[in-house]
């Protein structure tokens, strides 16, 4: 996609706006006018504006070009190479805190930027909170957020991340796992297949690999009472009960149509 033309420089502030929301619409941006507005707010300069708006029409996901993703409410920083926070699991955040409303202690399992342990810690105020995961690009990119609420980021692959101190103590441990079978992983949208880490994205043979491991291991660091939530799609949800019956967890499941998701919730007795 050529850059915009005439210069923005040499454009009144309504025609920028104009070339803007023409360019992404050529490129088949379908909200060309919303983005616009957002891309018109993170670039400071005409030369920056130009930069990012090539870089939304040759595919880069809006979120990494203006540098932020809005998750519940709240501005959370992405970067290149990390997952970018979905809006479905808002859903998840919500269902661990009506399960947990007074929880103290919450883990963000394979926390990406972050985005469900600073929505939790938000929503819940006071709490020592923790995240974990295994890419440095997603830890890096999660102790900016993370850190923004007085929180702990850890690297390293799943539990193993985790300070032994928090054994037993967890009342809500949120983890967002890659659920997307591999032989799927290339059916994805082009935002998510070719900017998102593997890593993030690849669940394995039934996209239940990480789930399992999860959730065998997930009561000897819950308190009593306390709860795991993983999303998952419908068809993998009787499997992921399974799952987290076989891990000692007393289950059920819920479901929004609204934004086709569902989530796994156990809890330790």
Do not use: K
């Amino acid at each position: 996609m050529p850059p915009l033309s005439p210069s923005p420089s040499s454009l009144p502030s309504s025609s920028i706006r104009e070339a803007v929301v023409s360019a992404l619409r050529a490129a088949g941006c379908v909200f060309a006018e919303d983005e616009a507005e957002l891309i018109l707010a993170a670039a400071r300069t005409p030369e920056e504006l130009a930069a990012l708006v090539d870089l939304r029409v040759t595919g880069l996901p809006l979120e990494l070009v203006v540098g932020w993703a809005e998750f519940r409410g709240l501005r959370i920083a992405v970067e290149p190479g990390v997952f970018v926070p979905r809006r479905r699991t808002e859903f998840l955040v919500e269902q661990g805190l009506a399960q947990a409303p007074d929880a103290s202690v919450v883990v963000d399992l394979c926390c990406g930027s972050g985005a469900v342990g600073v929505a939790l810690a938000t929503a819940l105020g006071q709490v020592e909170l923790h995240a974990a995961d295994i890419d440095p690009a997603a830890v890096r990119c999660a102790r900016r957020n993370v850190g923004a609420v007085g929180g702990r980021v850890h690297e390293g692959d799943l539990f193993a991340a985790l300070p032994d101190e928090l054994r037993g103590r967890v009342d809500i441990l949120a983890a967002n796992v890659p659920y997307v079978p591999t032989g799927e992983v290339g059916l994805l949208p082009a935002e998510a297949r070719d900017h998102e880490p593997l890593v993030a994205l690849d669940g394995g043979a039934d996209g239940l690999d990480v789930l399992r491991r999860v959730a065998a291991e997930a009561s000897r660091w819950l308190a009593p009472g306390g709860c795991l939530l993983v999303e998952t799609s419908e068809r993998q949800a009787a499997s992921a009960v399974d799952a987290f019956t076989t891990g000692g967890l007393r289950v059920r499941l819920a479901a929004s149509e609204e934004l086709y998701t569902n989530v796994v919730i156990g809890v330790r007795p």
